[in-house]
């Protein structure tokens, strides 16, 4: 079974530009998660979508946006790119809403987004 | 908000030392999760703790979930160059946002 792959792997970019990457989780999934994880730093919470609905987002300005398609699939765009934006994008997959817990998420290998 | 804290933030050891780490919320998890992260690529999920009190073990490693379901800790026997790495605790997926804990960055030297 194919794990949760992330598209592309490293992505360079100049300050103002746009980025766009993409997620496709596990087959079954339907809830994908969004992290960015600075150099040396843990991970903080961007975006959760679930059955093609944002469900929530973390505390990060409005040009982080991102959507889900109808196959579960997923896309992160990065607007008016800023160097602090430098960072491995990380997307995550789970099963969604379980009642009583348990599920279990997994993650792709990233994306390394370096703006110049 | 669920806030996770691990401690320590760094741990360096000499092979075939043991250790622990700890994963503490405000609040009760639903469940728990431990991952481990290698530099540059994505967390590798290790476990996944359910009910309180729960213990599971994955070779020299012992996950335990705290009765109460607010705490977790991971203990590491014997630890080798192959444990270092980053370990993540997070609460359960599907819930409220998917927050990870700050981490517990472990470095075994030989």
């Known amino acids: 079974e194919a794990g949760v792959t992330q598209s592309p792997t490293h992505l360079i970019k100049t300050r103002g530009q746009q980025a766009t990457l993409r997620c496709s989780p596990i087959?079954?999934?339907?809830?994908v998660y969004w992290y960015q994880q600075a150099l040396g730093l843990g991970l903080q919470f961007l975006l959760w979508?679930?059955?093609?609905?944002?469900?929530n987002r973390g505390n990060f300005p409005p040009r982080f946006s991102g959507r889900q398609f109808p196959n579960y699939s997923s896309e992160l765009n990065v607007n008016a790119l800023e160097l602090e934006d430098s960072a491995l994008y990380l997307c995550?997959?789970?099963?969604?809403?379980?009642?009583?817990?348990?599920?279990?998420?997994?993650f792709g290998q990233g994306t390394r987004l370096t703006v110049v | 908000t669920q806030l996770l804290e691990q401690s320590p933030q760094f741990l360096s050891i000499q092979e075939g030392e043991n250790l622990t780490v700890y994963c503490n919320s405000s609040s009760v998890f639903s469940s728990l999760q431990w991952y481990r992260q290698e530099p540059g690529e994505g967390p590798v999920l290790l476990v996944t703790?359910?009910?309180?009190?729960e213990v599971k073990k994955l070779k020299r490693l012992t996950f335990q979930f705290g009765d109460a379901r607010k705490d977790s800790s991971l203990h590491i026997t014997a630890a080798q160059p192959g444990d270092t790495g980053l370990y993540l605790c997070a609460q359960a997926p599907g819930t409220y946002k998917y927050i990870f804990g700050t981490g517990t960055r472990l470095k075994v030297l030989a």
């Open positions: 979508y679930d059955e093609g609905e944002e469900r």
């Open positions: 995550a997959s789970s099963p969604g809403k379980v009642v009583g817990g348990g599920t279990s998420a997994f």
């Open positions: 087959s079954g999934h339907t809830s």
């Open positions: 703790v359910v009910t309180g009190g």
